[in-house]
């Protein structure tokens, strides 16, 4: 049983919690794979996704994961909404919920928000990705994604790199993967290092190599060429050149390694385009494993309600 309405992140979720969403997400994946796409799971239920940002995967399964469920769903872009005449997140959030709306899944481009929209709404909010703050689901989709391949999380080695320091998918991971007892090392550009990471966990790298080697799944992240304030780094081209994972490091990590990539991929940027369709690449497995991850959750999250609301 969770233990709140709302999912806003893995820093506040327990181990427990994370375990029972990726249990569920297995049974999930089961009913998904097995071509069943009108349970009724969530019938007399309706999800509400209201993206402030664009979003191709996440919103997509959010949308499907509810319909599959049998809940009524209805998505609302930010850019063709009344935000644009000036209405407030939390105005907005009231008028959903006089709608007698149940789910929220919400994106938008300023960390807390997804949290200052839950204290207001009757709803159960869940974070689809607040600025450079966390991406829960995506991260639970991960979890899941490495415990299906190696049968658990505990000992695991997982190496992220690149432009950490906007990336909201790090740090969700991070949580949720130390959390479950696995071992988190990270490699950037200084200027795309958060200072302060090592608190939270991870252990800081001075090469690819030394993050990579060893390492059971190597996450690359995408350079958020939208959020960078310039000067980050001089060019593409020379990130690619030092900072992208070229074929010949997947020999450094561990034997069965899996590479990982949360999307969209700037295809030869990050990761080389043989290495996004190589046969260790679980990027588009991580794809199927969002939408059970998503119908876990919000199955979840409907028994809590009905327990306690
Ligand atoms: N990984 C991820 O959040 O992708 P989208 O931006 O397409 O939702």
Redesign the pocket.
């Known amino acids: 049983m969770l233990k709140g309405k709302d999912l806003l992140g893995l820093y506040h979720t327990s181990a427990e919690e994370i375990l029972e969403i990726l249990d569920r997400t297995a049974e999930m994946k089961k009913l998904l794979t097995s071509g069943r796409k009108s349970e009724k799971t969530l019938a007399g239920t309706a999800l509400i996704t209201l993206f402030y940002e ?6 997509t399964s959010f949308e499907l994961a509810g319909k599959y469920l049998g809940a009524h769903e209805v998505n609302i872009a930010a850019s063709s909404s009344s935000v644009q005449k000036g209405e407030t997140l939390i105005d907005t959030g009231k008028t959903l919920d006089s709608m007698k709306i149940d789910y929220i899944a919400i994106r938008h481009p300023l960390a807390g928000a997804p949290a200052l929209l839950a204290k207001n709404v009757h709803a159960s909010v869940v974070n689809a ?1 607040d600025g450079m703050n966390e ?1 829960p689901t ?1 991260a639970l989709l991960d979890m899941f994604t490495l415990r299906e391949h190696f049968g658990r999380i505990k000992g695991l080695k997982v190496a992220i790199l690149g432009d950490i320091k906007h990336s909201r ?1 790090a740090k969700s991971n991070l949580f949720g993967l130390t959390k479950l007892g696995a071992e988190v090392y990270m490699y950037a550009p200084a200027t795309l290092m958060p200072k302060e990471i090592e608190k939270l966990g991870a252990h800081v790298c001075t090469s690819m190599e030394e993050a990579i080697e060893g390492a059971h799944g190597v996450m690359g992240l995408r350079i958020q060429l939208e959020r960078q304030k310039g000067g980050l780094f001089p060019s593409l081209s020379e990130y690619s050149k030092f900072y992208g994972v070229k074929d010949k490091m997947l020999a450094l990590a561990a034997k069965d390694a899996i590479i990982m990539h ?3 991929v700037n295809r030869g940027i990050e990761l080389t385009p043989s290495l996004i369709d190589g046969e260790s690449s679980r990027i588009n497995e991580q794809v199927t494993n969002g939408l059970s991850t998503r119908m876990a959750l919000l199955s979840l999250l409907k028994e809590y309600r009905e327990k306690n609301l």
């Open positions: 664009n979003s191709t995967r996440t919103r990705g991406h995506q998918v949360p999307g969209p």
